[in-house]
């Protein structure tokens, strides 16, 4: 199965850098998203990282290692309306690919 | 733009009751999935489906059913609600890709 941890809540200001961590520990990995959801509404889609490294989009990058079951997201440039909840995935490579989900991380970006 | 919707923003209905959830996508996606949201749990996935009239248990489907008839449709159903299934439930879809595309969730009181 899949365990995955992120931190519960976390509080920046506006302008600035944050980095919310996701750990996680698989018996089947093909892939993890990050996916954001203001309250109240849907999760979106962010980020898919499969292979090592950092993938940049915008003022969003998210950054994957796969032998140490480690991801962050990096946000910069905060801006208010980035406060929302920040929820880590993980994608099975057996059971047709289903994901797990983290339990979200809670933004606030304070003035 | 892919569209997933659900039959209801809201509802409310009696223990024992026998509830049924729509979930519609547009966009001739193969897989469709359940999740419910609550409050220090995360996304936890109920069922998902990879074609007409598959089905497969996710984490707890315990109290639950699923019926896909048509590829767009998912159907998420309770055959006896409980207060314990008053939850938020998302539905999502997705192709042979790795994107899942969320409904905007029904907020369900079971009393």
């Known amino acids: 199965g899949q365990n995955i941890d992120q931190p519960t809540e976390m509080t920046a200001t506006e302008g600035a850098i944050v980095q919310i961590n996701c750990t996680y520990q698989?018996?089947?990995?093909?892939?993890l998203f990050w996916y954001q959801q203001h309250a109240g509404e849907a999760p979106t889609f962010l980020s898919y990282?499969?292979?090592?490294g950092l993938e940049e989009k915008g003022r969003f990058s998210s950054f994957l290692s796969r032998s140490k079951g480690y991801s962050y997201l990096l946000l910069k440039e905060l801006q208010m309306k980035d406060s929302a909840s920040y929820l880590c995935?993980?994608?099975?490579?057996?059971?047709?690919?289903?994901?797990?989900f983290g339990d979200g991380t809670t933004l606030t970006v304070k003035p | 733009d892919v569209k997933v919707t659900q039959s209801s923003r809201y509802l409310v209905k009696r223990t024992g009751e026998k509830v049924f959830l729509e979930c519609v996508q547009d966009?001739?996606?193969?897989?469709m999935f359940w999740y419910r949201q609550d409050p220090g749990l995360g996304l936890r996935l109920i069922y998902f489906?990879?074609?007409?009239?598959?089905?497969e248990k996710g984490d707890i489907p315990e109290g639950y059913s699923v019926s896909r008839e048509k590829k767009e449709r998912f159907s998420l159903i309770l055959e006896s609600a409980s207060t314990n299934q008053t939850s938020m439930y998302l539905c999502?879809?997705?192709?042979?890709?790795?994107?899942?595309?969320f409904g905007p969730g029904t907020r369900l009181t079971v009393t």
């Open positions: 990282n499969v292979l090592d």
């Open positions: 999502a879809s997705r192709d042979t890709t790795y994107e899942q595309y």
């Open positions: 698989t018996s089947g990995f093909n892939g």
């Open positions: 489906s990879y074609d007409v009239k598959m089905k």
């Open positions: 995935a993980v994608r099975s490579n057996t059971n047709a690919g289903k994901s797990t």
């Open positions: 966009m001739d996606h193969e897989n």
